[in-house]
């Protein structure tokens, strides 16, 4: 299993790595024996495993609930958890509880928070508690009401300044890497090189130390919109609605199940 620094080494020696994000049993197994770096259990499962139209209502339970599910999945591989909406605003008290639960109960690496220089004080709390955290800077979905849709960020000079120093207070505070997501790619660079922490970028160009995706996204699974950064590598949507209805026509004309999957008396 990898480690923080092996996260630093990828990035001093320029070998991008891959993060995955997925939320359930099977899909973290296909991961692992794909010889992934790192997964990321999102709290996008609100969104493209929920079917909600943000990130908002996920709680730090269902966040618990797929991780362990993710971690059996993938016993072997380093995985990081998102803080949930909410469950490190209140304290660093507060945040600590809740980072704890995750890391005892999940058996997860490290946890992930959204956020600007606001936040942090809450990262060097919870770096202090000896739990790793990635940073998220950009496009942050728990902030999707206050930025007034999911938008690109940082386009205009005096955003892109602050997100610059943004990322070198993260980096001070004890970030081991930050995900950068849909900010435009000069950017995503200027800051990569700013920082000796790796970048992980989703819409953010290849300057990144790395990028990551959602699994739903990858295998072409997602409904509604597809965003413009998402290459979908398959359309299982397509061939599993196939099968499905091949499954209903078979049942339906009494052609499923034939003497190949029924059991006999002996």
Do not use: W
Request: charged share 25%.
């Amino acid at each position: 299993m990898k480690t923080i620094n092996d996260f630093k080494k990828a990035r001093d020696e320029k070998n991008p790595i891959a993060m995955i994000t997925c939320y359930d049993f099977a899909c973290a197994r296909l991961i692992e024996e794909s010889d992934i770096d790192v997964i990321l259990v999102g709290d996008s499962v609100g969104m493209a495993f929920a079917g909600n139209s943000t990130t908002l209502p996920v709680t730090l339970d269902q966040m618990i609930y797929h991780a362990s599910i993710v971690r059996r999945g993938a016993p072997e591989t380093f995985i990081v958890v998102d803080l949930p909406f909410m469950s490190y605003h209140v304290s660093a008290e507060d945040t600590l509880r809740n980072c704890g639960r995750i890391m005892k109960e999940t058996g997860t690496n490290a946890v992930k928070l959204e956020g600007r220089r606001d936040f942090a004080h809450i990262v060097e709390a919870i770096v202090k508690a000896s739990i790793p955290v990635m940073g998220h800077l950009g496009l942050t979905p728990q902030s999707v009401h206050k930025l007034g849709g999911y938008t690109v960020q940082g386009r205009e000079e005096d955003k892109r300044r602050v997100m610059i120093e943004d990322a070198k207070i993260l980096e001070a505070s004890g970030a081991f890497s930050i995900v950068l997501e849909m900010v435009p790619a000069l950017l995503a660079g200027e800051i990569t090189k700013s920082l000796s922490i790796p970048t992980i970028g989703i819409g953010a160009g290849n300057l990144c130390d790395g990028q990551v995706l959602v699994m739903h996204d990858i295998l072409g699974l997602t409904f509604g919109k597809r965003p413009k950064f998402v290459k979908e590598y398959a359309n299982l949507k397509e061939s599993a609605g196939a099968c499905v209805r091949q499954y209903i026509e078979e049942v339906r004309e009494g052609r499923f199940p034939t003497a190949e999957y029924t059991y006999e008396v002996k």
